[in-house]
């Protein structure tokens, strides 16, 4: 009786999984049946994949990025923040003060790539860093006056500083050295 049970639902999650949309089962449903939304990005077909992300760059799809595999990239200025960054912060925030914050971030994540990762206490400074930018930004983002909403501001900061498989790898391995720890939430006014 009860594998009987058992076995109704089994059936019913199956069924339910099988469609691809039209209800007969037809995952093959051509793109031009299936539209995009207008804020869909589309990635060009034709070429290699660098030249698709060429070609979505140029487009102003997604920001220009360095991507040498290298985890300090170029900083001409030496201000701690790559110079791709910098142009990314001056070309998508305004306002002196969320400028600063974007800055003070994005100086924290480059840390993060940067840290000794076997140094407990150089670790927990660099998290101390971050967290304390990550608190300025949503002292100075609101979301209002089109501003963006601060989890945007960090997430996207967090993504082009990680944008190469040798920074990402930096980063992971910056959170694997926070395990096990913990700090406090920042408190007061944490803009530098």
């Known amino acids: 009786m009860k594998s009987k049970l058992l076995i109704i639902p089994i059936i019913l999650l199956l069924s339910a999984c099988g469609g691809g ?60 923040i790559r110079d791709d960054i910098d142009q990314y912060i001056a070309d998508h925030y305004s306002g002196a003060q969320q400028v600063a914050a974007a800055t003070q971030a994005a100086k924290a994540f480059q840390e993060t790539l940067m840290v000794d990762t076997t140094d407990p206490a150089a670790v927990k400074s660099a998290n101390k860093k ?51 720890t913990s700090w406090s939430i920042p408190e007061g006014d944490t803009c530098e």
Request: one cysteine or more; a negative charge; glycine letters at 10%.
């Open 21 to 80: 949309g039209g209800g007969d089962g037809d995952t093959n449903t051509p793109a031009a049946d299936n539209p995009t939304t207008p804020n869909e990005q589309t990635v060009p077909q034709d070429g290699t994949p660098s030249e698709q992300l060429t070609a979505l760059e140029e487009s102003g799809s997604i920001p220009k990025l360095e991507r040498e595999p290298t985890l300090t990239g170029t900083d001409a200025d030496s201000n701690g």
């Open 130 to 180: 971050l967290s304390e930018a990550d608190h300025c930004i949503y002292q100075q983002f609101d979301g209002s006056n089109n501003t963006p909403q601060p989890a945007q501001v960090s997430q996207e900061l967090e993504a082009i500083t990680t944008n190469t498989k040798e920074r990402l790898l930096a980063y992971l391995a910056f959170a694997k050295a926070l395990d096990g």
